[in-house]
């Protein structure tokens, strides 16, 4: 059974860095493109970042492109999403999602995803 697992979410001051982790496991397929998506309170779910399976091809929103960075370690089945520069409109809940793919150079931020970890929670505050 595949299985995503999101960690590194806390608490932390406007202008601050923030590295989460998705931890991938079970996989039978060699390609996955991932995304990140948040979750505020009442608001809709918005993706983030996605990376393509190769690692080669990626895609930010419009709110996080330079201060947010996804990569992935397909060594170790994990993609990191490095964030910098906070503000508190980036608090939310942060889901990793997987999806399937026979492409290795593109990713599917507005597509539907096949697995999705439980979230970790990111507070920007003062």
């Known amino acids: 059974q595949l299985q995503l697992v999101e960690s590194g979410g806390g608490l932390v001051q406007p202008g601050g860095s923030l590295r989460l982790s998705c931890a991938a496991s079970?996989?039978?397929?060699?390609?996955?493109?991932m995304t990140w998506f948040r979750q505020a309170p009442g608001k809709e779910r918005e993706g983030v970042a996605c990376i393509s399976s190769s690692g080669g091809g990626t895609y930010y929103a419009d709110s996080v492109k330079g201060r947010f960075t996804i990569s992935r370690d397909n060594a170790k089945n994990t993609v990191y999403l490095q964030m910098d520069s906070l503000k508190p409109e980036d608090t939310a809940v942060y889901y990793c999602?997987?999806?399937?793919?026979?492409?290795?150079?593109?990713?599917?931020?507005?597509?539907?995803?096949?697995?999705w970890g439980q979230g970790t929670q990111v507070t920007v505050s003062s």
């Open positions: 999602a997987a999806r399937i793919t026979t492409v290795q150079n593109m990713c599917y931020m507005y597509y539907e995803h096949d697995y």
């Open positions: 079970g996989f039978t397929s060699d390609y996955y493109s």
